[in-house]
T-cell receptor
Framework: SQKIEQNSEALNIQEGKTATLTCNYT??????LQWYRQDPGRGPVFLLL?????KEKRKERLKVTFDTTLKQSLFHITASQPADSATYLC????????????FGTGTRLLVSP | KAGVTQTPRYLIKTRGQQVTLSCSPI?????VSWYQQTPGQGLQFLFE???????NKGNFPGRFSGRQFSNSRSEMNVSTLELGDSALYLC???FGQGAYGYTFGSGTRLTVV
């Protein structure tokens, strides 16, 4: 069955360091992969989309890589700040229909001052 | 531009009752998706509507239903509420097939007692 895995344990890092979050998937051949940020009690906020023919994408302090051979995406936040503390979710469209976006369970990031 | 609006923000219902939640998408977005989010299961896909047609449905019982109106506004209904239906219900709208990212509302927090 199709599965998306993110590290369920919280990631604790010091301010100014680079945070790296992982998203692994199985039995998928997604045309793209998306990353979202979610704060407690709020809806997810779209951050970045990377397509299957792109290896890397950047937006300000964010960088996403997409390795379709390893079936893995890495999400990096450079020069992290306490305001970056949130849960980060990856999402993929199901093979059967692009309109069904399936989310991983998310990884909580805690950035300490 | 205005974001995705969900009403009500909070709701408390009794077991056996029914509930209707509303979602107004971003102007110009014709696709509306609904998700249920609980601490144990994460974000679970409920259904997706495009131009008043349900294009995709998740693995939820028939007590969960939805519809979309000609102005793209959407409603979801849950009948015969159970305690396990307590969750954050999120609506997301997108342009086209969602390959440009989804915009989520703040959600409706439903508590069933």
């Amino acid at each position: 069955s199709q599965k998306i895995e993110q590290n369920s344990e919280a990631l604790n890092i010091q301010e100014g360091k680079t945070a790296t979050l992982t998203c692994n998937y199985t039995n998928y051949s997604p045309a793209y992969l998306q990353w979202y940020r979610q704060d407690p009690g709020r809806g997810p906020v779209f951050l970045l989309l990377i397509r299957e023919n792109e290896k890397e994408k950047r937006k300000e302090r964010l960088k996403v890589t997409f390795d379709t051979t390893l079936k893995q995406s890495l999400f990096h936040i450079t020069a992290s700040q306490p305001a970056d503390s949130a849960t980060y979710l990856c999402a993929l469209p199901l093979n059967t229909g692009f309109q069904k976006l399936v989310f991983g369970t998310g990884t909580r990031l805690l950035v300490s001052p | 531009k205005a974001g995705v609006t969900q009403t009500p923000r909070y709701l408390i219902k009794t077991r056996g009752q029914q509930v209707t939640l509303s979602c107004s998408p971003i102007s110009g977005h014709r696709s509306v998706s609904w998700y249920q989010q609980t601490p144990g299961q994460g974000l679970q896909f409920l259904f997706e509507y495009f131009s008043e047609t349900q294009r995709n449905k998740g693995n939820f019982p028939g007590r969960f239903s939805g519809r979309q109106f000609s102005n793209s506004r959407s409603e979801m209904n849950v009948s015969t509420l159970e305690l396990g239906d307590s969750a954050l219900y999120l609506c997301a709208s997108s342009f086209g097939q969602g390959a440009y990212g989804y915009t989520f509302g703040s959600g409706t927090r439903l508590t069933v007692v």
